[in-house]
């Protein structure tokens, strides 16, 4: 499908139900992309407040999010290298 | 043990499972799918109920990938080919939702005996109707899981025969029954096979078999990210003593870095077939010593019990998981 057909179906508006289902599986789906990305940015080294300025929130707002969420095994250095 | 032990067993395996389920799914917190999965892995009520109607673990677990592929095709978005990830050792942590809590909070008030229905009706008649689509995707009508749910009555599994082996000396012994959602055989296959052991046993973070048959492993320390473990307590060999082919295997844990000094210790896991799964009985006694030894082991003897009743449901959640 084209990505311009895709926002237009998910926006559809003129059936909520569908669409608020539609939306919460989005958000889960969302999530835990972003919780992968996490991971990998983790692993291939960057830092918590690089993390944090792709996703566009703060360092503490990120680490506060995903510190117990990762998989346990990533080294992460536990201050954030300057 | 008691009615309130189990209960308390029942609701830990069911977290234990679910947060089990998010993490492997890649999702990035406990959610009603994973709660309805878990009932149907662990052998409370709700399982028996809920497989008693088809929704296996397997089959649920697909059902509930369905809803979300199924929501998001219909408002146009093409679902994500599904990436499972690796669960480490010792298992993940993830926080559950509002709603899951809520649903875990409805079950708990209601416990004071092992019944995990309370949280399948509570999951049942959860308003954003996705657990009622899963059911739809089984072909269950959610009335019916609930009547069916009431109508459960208890049919205990009686173990399949003697739960260690025959030995007259006077063992201390401490036993804990689960059950998990695999034929015997597939049950038999693991705890026998060496090569699994780690998976299964997490005392241990490698496992060898000698020509003789006596496994020889090293204990999970410090390298694994866990306590170090105390010199001379590295290595065990673990000796077997009985086998009943398919049913009863009993090892004896040896300190071969520790000569004389250690206290006899014995293993055992019997296995009965339960419903579409198996009773998993695990028993672990020893032998008591004489000297001062005697008098601190009867001060120590409740805690004691306690202690060896957590390592073995350990035992038991690492089969399961290795199984699911």
């Known amino acids: 499908m084209e990505q311009p057909e895709i926002a237009v179906a998910a926006g559809d508006t003129s059936d909520p139900l569908t669409g608020l289902r539609a939306v919460s599986s989005l958000r889960v789906l969302v999530e835990s992309y972003e919780l992968r990305q996490v991971e990998a940015a983790l692993r291939a080294g960057m830092s918590w407040q690089e993390v944090a300025d792709a996703l566009g929130v703060t360092r503490q707002a990120v680490h506060k999010k995903y510190a117990k969420r990762i998989d346990p095994t990533i080294a992460v250095p536990r201050r954030n290298r300057a | ?324």
């Open chain 2, 1 to 324: 043990m008691s009615r309130l032990t189990d209960a308390v067993v029942l609701s830990q395996q069911i977290v234990v499972t679910a947060t089990e389920e998010a993490y492997r799914a890649g999702h990035a917190e406990l959610d009603l799918d994973h709660l309805l999965v878990a009932l149907t892995a662990v052998g409370g009520p709700a399982g028996e109920v809920l497989r008693s109607l088809g929704a296996t673990v397997d089959r649920t677990r697909a059902a509930v990938a369905q809803v979300h592929a199924d929501r998001l095709a219909r408002a146009g978005v093409p679902a994500p080919a599904a990436q499972p990830r690796d669960l480490p050792r010792g298992g993940g942590g993830l926080p559950w939702s509002p709603r899951a809590d809520r649903v875990l909070t409805a079950g708990r008030w209601e416990m004071p005996s092992a019944d995990d229905r309370p949280i399948l009706r509570a999951l049942v008649r959860d308003p954003s109707g996705f657990v009622a689509e899963a059911l739809a995707v089984l072909d269950l009508d959610p009335d019916r899981v609930v009547a069916a749910a009431d109508a459960w009555a208890p049919a205990p599994t009686t173990p399949s025969g003697e739960l260690v082996s025959p030995d007259p000396r006077p063992w201390r012994t401490v036993t804990r029954t689960g059950w998990v959602p695999a034929a015997p055989a597939d049950v038999w296959s693991l705890v026998t096979d060496p090569a699994r052991r780690t998976a299964w046993d997490p005392w241990y973070a490698s496992v060898e078999e000698r020509e003789d048959g006596v496994l020889v492993a090293t204990l999970v320390g410090e390298q694994q990210g866990a306590k170090p473990v105390r010199a001379g307590f590295e290595r065990q060999e673990v000796v077997p003593v009985a086998r009943e082919e398919g049913r009863l295997v009993e090892w004896e844990l040896r300190r071969p870095d520790r000569p004389g000094g250690a206290p006899v210790q014995r293993l055992a896991v019997a296995l009965t077939a339960s419903g579409d799964g198996t009773r998993v009985d695990l028993t672990v006694r020893w032998l008591r010593r004489g000297g001062w030894r005697a008098v601190v082991g009867t001060l120590v003897r409740p805690v004691a019990g306690l202690l060896w009743g957590q390592m073995l449901l350990a035992k038991h959640a690492a089969i399961a998981r290795a199984l699911r």
